[in-house]
């Protein structure tokens, strides 16, 4: 995440140096600097509040508070197996999805899933939510999970496990 405080220099200013300091709910969060940009690599639920910054000149003589700006980080839900039909017959097209309540492309956030039959992989991580088996067989059976990761592999969460009887 990247939290800029915009400002304007009056053009016959223009040689001014100016720091900027990033509050979150009234806290310090990043002390003075030339940088106008406040970095959070990588984002936290408890990076979630209210922002401003400051901007100061060198010599602080000139100080400016910005408005705030409330910044909610959320969560990667577990996700939770979703198959269609809900009854499978030896030969039927079955699907199998990883439901995540976060979009798999939110706002720049890429996710990826991998899907697993009893402990093992049947499909490695990619960008579908979905896993597919086109003519289902009786040893496709058995307890499914699947587990959604960011591209950056810093969070990972698991489905429970659900159970699916091929007839």
């Not at 909610?72 to 009854?87: A, C, F, G, L, W």
Request: proline fraction near 4%.
């Amino acid at each position: 995440m990247k939290v800029r405080c915009d400002t304007r220099l009056d053009p016959l200013r223009g040689g001014t140096e100016l720091h900027f300091a990033f509050y979150r709910d009234g806290w310090t969060v990043r002390g003075y600097n030339v940088s106008d940009t406040y970095r959070v690599r990588p984002s936290q639920l408890e990076d979630s509040g209210n922002y401003t910054c400051e901007v100061r000149t060198r010599s602080d003589t000139v100080r400016k508070m910005s408005d705030g700006l409330y910044i909610q980080i959320y969560e990667i839900s577990p996700p939770e197996i979703k198959v269609t039909p809900s009854r499978v017959i030896e030969g039927d097209e079955m699907t199998v999805r990883c439901d995540t309540r976060l979009d798999p492309l939110r706002g720049g956030t890429e996710l990826y899933f991998a899907f697993y039959r009893d402990g093992r992989t049947v499909r490695g991580y990619d960008v579908s939510d979905t896993y597919r088996v086109r003519s289902s067989q009786l040893e496709d059976s058995g307890k499914y999970t699947c587990e959604v990761r960011r591209t950056s592999d810093i969070v990972r969460k698991m489905s429970d496990g659900f159970h699916i009887q091929i007839h």
